[in-house]
């Protein structure tokens, strides 16, 4: 085997699988983050919103944080790993 087969395969792979991962669960999260604003303006432009729909915007603003964080955390853990790749290679 190779070099550049070793370092690809044994050093590279696992993590470029990881990034990969972690960007696809950056772009869903991204696609879905608009939805639970949706549904939160919605409530707001409501002129008489009952206990029920309250309490569907704060799950709704609790879904938006949660996954906005997870966001940003799964974006930088793949900066992080593409990183340590550059400085692998």
Known sequence: MSLAGIIFGKLLLPDLIKAGLAAV??????AV????????IGYVDTANPTAADQSSAYGFS?????THGTKIFS?????????QNALKA
């Open 33 to 40: 983050t608009p939805l639970f604003t949706k549904q939160i």
């Open 25 to 30: 669960t950056t772009s869903g999260l991204g």
């Open 62 to 66: 609790g879904a938006w944080v949660g």
């Open 75 to 83: 974006k930088e853990y793949v900066g992080k790993i593409m990183f």
